[in-house]
């Protein structure tokens, strides 16, 4: 006879391991002007259409005081409708939280630099 403990301890090790597939959080469909603030929310839990209904996103400057990017249309690299840093020598931080139970397997994103400067890696 199987041990019903262990039934469900390998149910509940599945259930936590379902992998969220998030969907694309672009900038693309905001119509802001040059140095606008990106709204705090854009893309949490697919707000505005953006990213995954399971997945929280939380953007910000890297020193603690920002909580905020904000939003650029033009000539980044080769890339247009970005989210930037305001804040001159911080980077950029976005913080993607799965909801309990899901899990984030992998994240990629595009960079580029100012004025028309592309970046490679970190």
Do not use: E
């Not at 006879?1 to 149910?11: E, F, G």
């Not at 929280?56 to 400057?61: I, K």
């Not at 904000?70 to 939280?97: E, H, M, Q």
């Amino acid at each position: 006879m199987q041990d019903r403990s262990t039934s469900v301890i390998a149910a509940l090790v599945f259930a936590a391991s379902q992998t969220a597939i998030a969907g694309t959080i672009n900038f693309d469909d905001l119509v802001l002007i040059d140095f606008d603030d990106i709204p705090v929310n854009y893309g949490d839990h697919g707000l505005d259409g953006n990213g995954d209904s399971r997945i929280g996103v939380a953007c910000s400057g890297s020193d603690g005081t920002t909580t905020h990017l904000d939003f650029w249309n033009s000539n980044y690299g080769n890339l247009s409708k970005v989210a930037y840093t305001p804040d001159d020598g911080t980077n950029a931080k976005i913080t993607l939280t799965a909801d309990f139970g899901g899990l984030i397997q992998s994240v990629s994103f595009d960079m580029a630099g100012w004025p028309n400067a592309d970046v490679f890696g970190p």
